[in-house]
């Protein structure tokens, strides 16, 4: 059955893997995918979400950061390959249809950073925006959460490092400018092909290729430390293409660049599959053997150290064309250190951002 949805990556819903309920309705009824197909296009819902916290603490030594923020939970630029997917299982979701269509919003993200910063026991430290989903991902035009929470951090002088696949950070230069002046932001811009065909495919609602590389041309002319990060680095589909990547990243003011090898964590590797049979027949199989090479015969591997780099031939000899493209093109020249070191914290008797 041909299964096509509009402007969605993932075509079906994997089952969720704490749901111990499920019932077949192929005999006599309708299946899920059927109606899939009958409906061709499937509308985001939004829903909001009553966190009583806002920032994640992470103990992975190999992510570079302690704390990351998300005032969304999924995301609706779809990405196919998104490791975050699963996480929406959590919420009795899907990781498939259900991620990039119904989005989780919390509403008071900004005013829960603030009650984060006054308590006595928050330690000044990075904070990653878009530890999971993309903090910048269209509905955040419309809502600015991210935006509100960015002048929190300004205010409160907390360093903050953005990643993101969309244009609209350019609407915050403001706040990014003044943030930079005091080094406590930067920002990497991910860049997965430079193929507009492919990257619609593999991500549809995010910017195209070229408006990612003039975000990073406008942040870097307004002294915003700037980066690209080429991920998911997809062995046989993209891997060719870093050089050129990293290339024009440099060429329109990135100084920084950074790389993540595919990652099929639960059910990603299912939609990835049924996605690269779907998308690339021709090449699946030669693809997916070339990511088993990497992962020591699996699809994904979450060993600290490994998860992000991958193992093996296949995996050294990506790693060195990145390291000797940096090299060429001048990327990673500085150690880029933000600091909490300026971290203040207002009086009791004093306004906070919210009165």
């Not at 910048?136 to 907390?158: D, F, G, I």
């Not at 910017?207 to 430390?225: Q, V």
């Not at 070339?290 to 296949?314: A, H, I, Q, Y």
Request: with cysteine.
């Amino acid at each position: 059955m041909d299964i096509q949805i509009k402007g969605r990556a993932a075509q079906f819903n994997p089952k969720n893997r704490f749901e111990k309920l499920e019932i077949d309705y192929s005999e006599g009824g309708t299946s899920f995918p059927e109606v899939i197909e009958q409906t061709k296009k499937i509308d985001t819902v939004f829903f909001k979400d009553y966190s009583k916290s806002i920032i994640a603490v992470n103990n992975s030594y190999d992510v570079g950061f302690n704390y990351s923020f998300n005032p969304y939970r999924g995301c609706e630029h779809g990405c196919i390959y998104c490791y975050a997917r699963p996480t929406h299982e959590f919420l009795g979701f899907s990781s498939g249809v259900d991620f990039e269509t119904k989005i989780m919003v919390k509403e008071n993200a900004p005013k829960l950073l603030e009650d984060t910063f006054q308590k006595k026991s928050y330690k000044p430290d990075l904070i990653m925006f878009s530890g999971d989903t993309d903090c910048y991902q269209p509905v955040e035009r419309k809502l600015k959460l991210t935006r509100k929470s960015l002048e929190v951090c300004l205010r409160y002088r907390n360093p903050v490092s953005i990643i993101t696949k969309n244009y609209l950070i350019t609407r915050d230069i403001d706040i990014l400018k003044e943030m930079a002046e005091k080094n406590i932001v930067a920002a990497a811009i991910s860049i997965t092909s430079l193929n507009k065909n492919l990257a619609a495919k593999m991500e549809p609602r995010t910017s195209i290729p070229e408006r990612r590389f003039d975000a990073i041309k406008l942040l870097a002319e307004n002294k915003i430390p700037v980066g690209v990060n080429v991920a998911p680095i997809i062995p046989g589909l993209n891997d060719n293409e870093i050089p050129e990547i990293l290339k024009l990243a440099a060429e329109n003011g990135a100084s920084f660049a950074g790389r993540t090898m595919l990652r099929l964590p639960y059910s990603v590797k299912d939609l990835f599959i049924a996605w690269l049979e779907k998308e690339f027949p021709d090449r699946a199989n030669k693809i997916l053997n070339k990511v088993r090479e990497m992962r020591d015969g699996k699809l994904n591997s979450s060993e600290f150290g490994k998860r992000f780099t991958g193992e093996g031939k296949t995996a050294e000899s990506i790693i060195n064309l990145f390291d000797i493209s940096c090299e060429k093109y001048g990327l990673n020249k500085k150690n880029l250190k933000l600091s909490a070191d300026n971290f203040i914290r207002p009086k009791d008797n004093q306004l906070t951002f919210f009165d």
